[in-house]
């Protein structure tokens, strides 16, 4: 007996109402081997029973499949506060909502998407924005901001404020690519634990660009941060979509409120002959809104001076308050203000 083989026998475990196992959803805290027994220490955040006992009677069931001369123990600590996040150090009780933004698929947006509707609120109220996006972290260039974060006297991040707003990323601490070789587990410990170290003032929104795609860091990320609710960006092609309907699967399985969807690139209008040309096939966002029964948040064309704002470092929308974008991101934003106070 070692543990490989308890390890392989657990990834066995779907972890109930999911395709995924109870490895991978890290509720395995420890293994004790002696010599006649294994003692299995697990926790998960639920106060569900149903979801605790079937693990457990799945994992017996499992064990004695080995027909081993091994006496099985499991220990669970069920977590059963009400508050989802029990590996958060602290509550971050001075941020009144938390709201992830995600994408099934990366390269639809969801970065653009993020600065701008922090920027957007930031009209109206503190706002902060962290990326979490550890293989591809983009806010240092987005924001056009390359200085090393101050550390407080108990080595905790102080954020970079910039467009009065509170700035966060991988990017700031480790500006090579080492993170691209990191492994899954490790990087949602990782990602977790950078999250609990930056001391964030006063907010009332706090924007988290979360990585791209539904696997396990995404899925940790979701189960661990207190969120107050997602938004989907997704364009309107059906290939992005399939991914953005994942998402939107991953949220409700960990019964994290989805804010809305909002399409990106849904169209271009030519600027010389105003032309409105359609650039990805696809209407599905509305059959996935209905579906969901969330709403469409907003419609965003593809613009080019967005793109290039990108690359410039200032978020358009602030630097171009009055134009078509920033309208909408004031549409979009007092909309989620609206269903995050609603409750
Ligand atoms: P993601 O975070 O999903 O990977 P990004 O936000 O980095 O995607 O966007 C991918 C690329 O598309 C970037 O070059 C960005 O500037 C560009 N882009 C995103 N949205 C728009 C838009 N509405 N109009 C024009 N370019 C856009």
Redesign the pocket.
Known sequence: MNKEIIIKLLSEIKYPGFSRDIISFGILKNIHISENEVVLELSANTDNNQIIESIIKNINEKFNNLNSNFNLKIDFQANKEANPSGDIDKPLSNIKNIIAVA?G??????????INLAASLSRDWKVGILDL?IY?P?LPMIAGSFEQPQLTEDQKLIPIKKFNMELMSFGFINNDNNATIWRGPMVARLTQQFFNDVVWGDLDYLII?LP?GTGDIQLTLVQKLQLTGAVI?TTPQDLSLLDAKKAADMFSKVNTKILGIIE??SDFSCPNCDHVTKIFPGEGVVDESNRLNIPILGK?????E??KS??NGSPYIIDNPDSYLSKKYQEISNQINTIVNKG
């Open positions: 994408s698929k990366g390269g639809v947006g969801k970065s653009t998407v993020s996006d591809g983009s660009d791209p960006v990106n690139m965003i064309s593809i613009i080019p967005l793109a990108m690359d």
